[in-house]
């Protein structure tokens, strides 16, 4: 019976602080920000710097961002759907693009370039990479995670 009721003390949700939570949306925003205000440089600098890499050799490549919505009434937002919330990873840089308008749109001079394919799918992992380095951004202020 002991056991049992350790095991249930150790299933209680642990709430994470309001800090942990800034860290996680500034992480988001800018990469390798949660990681910098933390005092983790290293962390910092591999991560939002492998994120910031990817995304200007990504647009460098000729890749272009997604967004939710085409105007191509041949494309399904279904299937612009997991590269938009792939790209929405990259936080304050797709955002930044999306309100100047840059790397929206797929021209032909962009489509004649060898690499645009490249540069599609290093736009795509440079949000997915954000993705997990906010998380882990995330765990450590909240505690769980050195």
Not at 108 to 115: F, G, L, W
Request: net charge neutral; hydrophobic share 50%.
């Amino acid at each position: 019976m002991a056991n049992r009721e350790k095991e249930e003390k150790g299933r209680e949700a642990v709430t994470a602080p309001g800090s942990a939570w800034m860290m996680g949306a500034l992480a988001w925003f800018v990469p390798g920000a949660g990681h910098l205000f933390q005092g983790r440089w290293g962390r910092a600098l591999l991560l939002g710097g492998g994120v910031w890499l990817m995304f200007l050799t990504g647009t460098l490549f000729g890749g272009h961002l997604f967004g939710f919505t085409s105007r191509d009434p041949a494309t399904s937002p279904f299937l612009q759907a997991a590269p938009a919330i792939a790209n929405l990873g990259t936080g304050g840089l797709y955002l930044f693009c999306s309100v100047l308008g840059l790397n929206f749109a797929e021209l032909p001079e962009q489509m004649s370039r060898a690499t645009f394919e490249y540069g599609n799918t290093l736009l795509w992992v440079a949000g997915l990479l954000n993705y997990l380095a906010m998380l882990d951004a995330f765990d450590i202020a909240a505690g769980r995670k050195s």
